[in-house]
């Protein structure tokens, strides 16, 4: 039975990560459709992650008030009829609107799937459903891109948000038949807007987390480079097919996959702060290898991925223990602590891939270079959120 919840809010999880990897080999193809350039096209995945980011700010409290079922078979029921629009979208306006739906929907199944596994499971039993959930989702990003590129390639562009339309309306069969609500209605909160917004401002106020939130979002926003850049990188810079999208997305999945093992095999021994260390040493690591390799010679396989394993490899290791820190300041509000989390992170996945990655399409060393400032940034807002707790701890001392 836990193997049978696991793959069902393992898929679930999936979603948002379908509908944003699955579509990137075809964005040339839909510039072309709609006569617009590729920074326009950008704004199709830049859109989606706004909205994405956006609803995962509710989710968790939505569950709370009105159950975990129904708020999946709605969101996934929205999702089913957005990828179906996009499928047929008639012009690029109504393409991007469709996007942004998409995404406000996608979220869900991730939000609400770490609720149901607290409702379900505590402690050491909890931590093992969520690490074996995570290992099954960890296939989505790699595979989706490839699958994307084969079904563009065979059947074109529209293919793809066919897929996901097919995708949702099975995910919707999957909960309504063994999904089970986790969250009886005497467990419920009242859905009282005002006591809702004390509590977001009351964790939008405390600097530490906001430092700690903001240093997870700067640490894969450098990431979210290369991801938004998949499709110029993939086929501009290093001159592959649109089928050709696993040798970007199975090293960073990869890396990520074996980081986060043998980070969790040394999290009983090692202490937090020493994670981090030795986390973030292995990713400045990576970025020195990939600034000099992209400034010393032309990109090509595998050398060029090559350090984007290493560095999600290193992310693995620190930033576990960077989000234990930061949700730790909230024991009463943890789910809430997650959400804004996972905005935060979400949206400077988006700033990142919308904004900054389109100024660095078509060359290499660029996007090395924007990867190791969102390193240092997010190094630097980390040991500036060490500075605000001592400082805190200190004003409470006097």
């Known amino acids: 039975m836990h193997r049978l919840l696991t793959v069902v809010l393992a898929c679930l999880g999936m979603v948002g990560a379908l509908a944003i990897d699955a579509y990137l080999p075809s964005m040339p193809a839909i510039g072309r459709a709609f006569a617009v350039g590729p920074v326009a096209v950008q704004q199709t995945l830049s859109v989606f992650l706004f909205a994405f980011a956006f609803m995962m700010l509710f989710y968790g409290t939505l569950s709370d008030s009105f159950g975990r079922r129904p708020v999946i078979l709605a969101a996934m029921s929205v999702y089913t009829l957005t990828s179906l629009g996009a499928a047929c979208a008639p012009s690029f306006g109504a393409l991007l609107a469709l996007r942004a739906l998409q995404g406000m929907s996608a979220g869900a199944g991730m939000v609400i799937g770490q609720a149901i596994v607290q409702d379900r499971f505590a402690g050491a039993q909890a931590q093992k459903m969520m690490s074996h959930i995570m290992m099954v989702f960890g296939l989505a990003p790699a595979v989706a891109p490839v699958l994307g590129g084969w079904l563009y390639v065979s059947f074109g562009w529209r293919s793809v948000f066919l897929f996901l339309a097919l995708f949702g309306a099975a995910m919707i069969a999957l909960a309504w038949h063994l999904l089970p609500e986790s969250l009886p209605p005497e467990k419920r909160h009242a859905f009282h807007p005002v006591a809702i917004g004390r509590n977001y401002l009351k964790v939008l106020g405390h600097p530490q987390f906001l430092l700690l939130a903001l240093s997870v979002g700067l640490a894969f926003g450098g990431l979210s480079l290369y991801i938004g850049s998949a499709a110029n990188f993939v086929m501009e810079i290093l001159h ?15 890396g ?9 095999r040394h999290a009983a021994k090692w202490t937090p702060a020493r994670s981090k260390w030795t986390g973030y040493a292995i990713m400045g690591a990576a970025a020195a290898l990939n600034v000099g390799y992209t400034a010393l010679f032309a990109p090509a396989l595998p050398w060029a991925v090559l350090p984007l394993f290493v560095y999600t490899f290193g992310l693995s290791v620190a930033m576990p223990a960077v989000q234990v820190m930061a949700l730790a300041l909230f024991p009463d509000n943890r789910g809430l602590g997650s959400s804004m989390l996972s905005f935060v992170q979400m949206m400077a996945f988006a700033l990142m891939s919308g904004l900054v990655a389109p100024l660095l399409f078509g060359s290499a060393f660029k996007l090395a270079c924007g990867l190791a400032v969102g390193l240092v940034l997010s190094l630097l807002s980390w040991r ?15």
């Open 256 to 264: 990520s996959v074996i980081g986060a093992a043998w980070g969790g």
């Open 384 to 398: 500036m959120s060490v500075r605000s707790r001592s400082e805190a701890a200190s004003a409470v001392v006097g």
């Open 240 to 254: 592959q097919p649109e089928t050709a999208f696993g040798w970007l997305f199975i090293p960073l999945i990869s």
